[in-house]
């Protein structure tokens, strides 16, 4: 009996963490995460034996240079402190670092700083280099963004994480690394004694940049629903479909919303086809029911159509409404990206439904803040 029991807790110890690993082989990430640090309490940065980092990878797989070209980044990037965004245009986390990202650029371009964008995709219509140019321009990004549509540049930093900064010093040592929003203070000190560290050993004059970009941080709130995935591939061990049909991998299937709901999990109405990164809509109405706990929450769809927005049964407020919420109520999706749909001061309890009555309409993942 005690071996039958120590094997059952073997195998359990096994499955769990088999989950966690699956769970997180690529994610989004809103947590402050910092896995290296070139400052140190003990001995000043020009001290730091470089020879515990790695080298920055070189930038492979690229398919389009924005802002620049190959010849002109390869130039840019020698003998500069380089900050390297990992990021994607429909991640809610990618799009809160922007302010921060840009601000950087404007502040320490001149001192020796470049920034480079990596647009590693999650979804397919993430590689279309004329939405990624719309979203350049939307965010006001000046600075060199490369579309690594096929992640082998992803796979050359060790990646699976959006959004993920490395910032690698004036001969090419990654000094830092940072997983997800937040330690922008942190992050922007590491500049500065990287730039400082540059000057020096160019025998070029500092220039005093010690006050801080202040930008407004989001504030998170911890008790708000998870990233919930349409897409059957994403999906898998989430469990976040509510309804009895589950997913049925490239099938289209006949939804109907049940008697009862719980809270985190997605119910759908209609016919829609289960595809790998999203659920595309084939009748001429559909409908999505979702329980969640936040005060923001955000789609990533795609489709041009006008989705009819309820909260609560009741047609949604403009005192709760999105930035991407019309003065009716609806939302009109024109091209692929993520979409703001409720905005609220705290963390609150609700019930979203959204009718959708274009055949077409695609819809990919939920966010929350």
Not at 299 to 323: A, F, M, R, W
Request: net charge negative.
């Amino acid at each position: 009996m005690k071996s039958e029991i120590k094997t059952a807790l073997i195998l359990g110890i096994i499955i769990a963490i088999s989950i966690g690993v699956t769970s997180t082989i690529f994610s989004s990430y809103d947590e402050e995460t910092r896995v290296s640090n070139t400052s140190s309490n003990e001995k000043p940065i020009s001290q730091i034996d470089k020879s515990e980092f790695k080298k920055a990878p070189n930038l492979v797989g690229i398919t389009n240079y924005l802002n620049t070209t190959p010849e002109e980044l390869g130039k840019k990037i020698d003998g500069k402190v380089v900050l390297y965004d990992i990021w994607t245009y429909s991640c809610i986390n990618c799009i809160r670092t922007l302010p921060y990202i840009t601000a950087w650029d404007d502040k320490y371009a001149e001192q020796g700083l470049l920034i480079v964008g990596i647009h590693s995709p999650e979804f397919e219509f993430e590689k279309d280099v004329e939405n990624v140019e719309l979203a350049v321009s939307k965010y006001g990004i000046t600075y060199p963004v490369v579309l690594d549509n096929d992640k082998e540049t992803w796979e050359a930093f060790e990646n699976r994480y959006w959004p993920r900064k490395y910032i690698a010093d004036h001969e090419g040592y990654i000094r830092y690394d940072h997983i997800g929003e937040g330690g922008y203070q942190e992050t922007e000190k590491i500049i500065q004694e990287l730039l400082k560290e540059r000057s020096n050993a160019l025998g070029m004059q500092t220039i005093s940049t010690e006050k801080l970009v202040d930008i407004d941080e989001f504030e998170h709130s911890w008790l708000r629903s998870p990233e919930l995935y349409f897409g059957y591939y994403f999906a898998q061990n989430r469990n976040q479909l509510g309804n009895e049909e589950g997913f049925r991998p490239n099938q289209d299937v006949t939804y109907s919303l049940p008697e009862s709901i719980q809270r985190h999990n997605f119910y759908l109405d209609g016919t829609w086809t289960n595809l790998k990164g999203s659920m595309k809509l084939v009748s001429d109405t559909g409908i999505i029911v979702l329980p969640y706990s936040g005060k923001e929450l955000n789609i990533v769809t795609s489709g041009k159509t006008s989705l009819e927005i309820y909260l609560d049964g009741l047609p949604i407020k403009q005192s709760v409404s999105g930035t991407d919420v019309e003065d009716d109520g609806s939302v009109q999706v024109d091209e692929p990206r993520l979409y703001n749909i409720v905005q609220t001061e705290t963390s609150e309890e609700h019930t979203i439904q959204i009718v959708a009555n274009t055949p077409g309409f695609e819809i990919f993942t939920f966010t929350f803040g």
